[in-house]
Each structure stands twice: as C-alpha cells, then as structure tokens.
C-alpha cells in the first residue's frame, strides 16, 4: 500500500483537504497517510484536519472508508465512525507494520 507522508509537516493545514482530493482521483484502491500524531501538545493538526477532510470525502462518495492506524487496539462501539470501515478493511491491512501506529490514516476508495 503506497504512503504519501507530505501531511506530516511539509503541507499547510489549509490545503491538506485539496491535497487528498488530488490523491485520491489519482489512486486506484488504497492508500495510506502518514500525519502527526501530536506527542507534544495531545492532538495532531494535521491528523484533525485530515481526518475532517476524510469525512467530508467520504459523505459525498469520493472515498469507501478510511480509519486511523491506532484503531486496531481499540474495541469500537457499532456507533463509532471508524467501526465500520474496521469491520470492512481491518483485514486487508491486519499485516501492514503501520497498523497500529497513531499517526498513520488508512483510506480506502
């Protein structure tokens, strides 16, 4: 599974909607996102703001799923946003080394 890392540090907030819009007319299945993961202040801008993006994609039918990589230790709850794409895809990506890791996105077109 391919990763793009220029959301971690090297795209402004502002545009990282417009970037993962650019990436995802150009991908075919999958693809990951690697972001901060805010070790310093608890939240990661650029994780928030991707993640808000994601949403938006995903409610207008640009994209089929997406979660973050740390949802593999969690037990999710059927009204959770994520439950869904993990029942979906945590088996396509259980073998990644990335799954796990807080301050990677998993996006699924």
Same mark, same amino acid.
């Given at each position: 599974?391919?990763?793009?890392? @220029?959301?971690?540090g090297?795209?402004?907030? @502002? ?6 819009r ?7 299945? $999958?693809?990951k ?6 070790? $310093?202040?608890?939240? $990661?801008?650029?994780?928030? &703001? &991707?993640?808000?993006s994601? &949403?938006?994609? @995903? $409610? ?10 740390e ?7 059927? /009204? ?13 990506v259980?073998? /990644? ?13």
């Open positions: 599974m391919k990763t793009f890392t @220029q959301f971690h090297t795209t402004f907030i @502002q545009d990282i909607g417009k970037e993962l650019s990436i995802v007319r150009n991908e075919k299945n $999958s693809f996102i690697m972001t901060g993961y805010g070790s $310093s202040t608890g939240t $990661s801008k650029s994780k928030t &703001a &991707a993640l808000r994601l &949403a938006k994609m @995903q $409610s207008e039918g640009l994209i089929k799923g997406y979660f973050p990589g949802v593999k230790n969690m037990l999710l709850s059927s /009204d959770n946003p994520f439950h869904e794409a993990k029942m979906t895809y945590g088996q396509t259980k073998n /990644d080394p990335d799954y796990g890791n807080d301050g990677i996105i998993f996006i699924f077109i």
